[in-house]
């Protein structure tokens, strides 16, 4: 009885020791996950918006107020899945990544309101806040 006590004891030790190691890593980068459906969805948000970018500063320049709208409108959509988005490191500050979604969603909604008012200047200025939060992002949450 005694030999399978210390079997069970050791057993026990090593996978708590194990799932300390785990837990301890925990946080930190998601690893190899790139083929799960949120992240590839992920991958696919952030190559939109890079095409609805470039589509908003030309719109901006054109002072075309619809078409600026209508390219939010891609942005926009996609906020609630940037919200719950898994980062790529520093997993333990989702709240961080949140909030800059939060705010980015904010000089979204600020570039459309000032181009239907036609207040360029003001939407170009918004603008250039939420190309700015994508490189904040980027920077903390991308490998």
Known sequence: MGKNVATALITGFLLFSVAGVVAANEGMEHGGKHMDEAMAKQHHMMVTYAQVQVKINESLRKSDAKAVEAEARKILV????????????????????RQIAVTFEADIKKTVAAAKKGDFAGAKSAFAKAEARCNQCHAKFRN
């Open 78 to 97: 996609t906020i609630p899945d940037l919200k719950a988005a898994t980062p790529h490191k520093n997993l333990k500050q989702r709240k961080a990544l």
